[in-house]
DNA sequence: ATAATGACGTGAT
DNA sequence: AATCACGCCATTA
């Protein structure tokens, strides 16, 4: 299991409605430090079976999208992870 | 093995 | 609060 596998396995974890930062995934991944790397996994994931647009930035912004299930915002905001207000 | 890239993170200015 | 610079990690050429 390399790296990137388990990202995609954990992301593809991430619940409906809930977000989690790069840092996090990154983590749970097994190097705490590794959120970059996270982030090319993401770019290069092209699995619509996997949320990538759950995983933010740890200060809260959105950070980067590939477009791959349309805009990370709505998709987020439809889930309810996103509030419209506040 | 080395260099370059990138949807990040934290600390300093 | 906003911006800049540096560090960090994994992948690919």
């Not at 190097?31 to 996994?41: C, D, L, M, T």
Request: glycine share 12%; aromatic share 4%.
């Amino acid at each position: 299991m390399d790296f990137t596998e388990r990202v995609v396995a954990i992301v593809r974890g991430i619940p409906e409605g809930k977000t989690l930062s790069y840092g996090e995934v990154a983590a749970r991944a097994g190097s705490p430090r590794a959120a970059r790397a996270v982030g090319v996994v993401m770019k290069n994931n092209t699995d619509k079976r996997v949320p990538c647009h759950r995983v933010i930035r740890a200060n809260g912004t959105l950070g980067g999208y590939n477009g791959l299930r349309g805009e990370k915002a709505t998709l987020l905001r439809n889930e309810g992870a996103l509030t419209s207000s506040q």
